[in-house]
């Protein structure tokens, strides 16, 4: 079981970013693809790796407004539910107490 190859385990397709686009589009393909994690890709050459937790560790320290997420007209309909979802996750009582 140890020896099986990772290509057979490694999800697919390998939906990656270039390292312009914004944080609304890596949450919206994030959303959209149903995944947590997205390499960031120039040229071939990877550059990083973006995760919903570096996403949502920007907002909590002011770097990201989830406010213009939010309202912003890009993300609509289910992406605005999500995000209203998470903040009242991320202002709850229960959430802060916890930090």
């Known amino acids: 079981m140890l020896q099986i190859p990772l290509r057979d385990l490694m999800s697919r397709p ?7 686009r914004s944080i609304k589009d890596a949450i919206e393909t994030m959303q959209l693809n149903n ?3 997205i390499p960031i890709v120039e040229k071939e050459n990877l550059e990083g790796i973006i995760t919903d937790k570096d996403i949502f560790k920007a907002i909590m320290n002011n770097q990201i407004s989830i406010n ?3 309202t912003d007209n890009a993300l609509t309909g289910q ?12 202002f709850s009582d229960n959430f802060l107490q916890r930090r």
């Open 14 to 20: 390998l939906i990656t970013l270039h390292p312009n």
């Open 35 to 37: 995944i947590r994690r």
């Open 68 to 70: 213009n997420l939010v």
């Open 79 to 90: 992406s605005s539910v999500v995000f209203d979802q998470y903040r009242e996750y991320l």
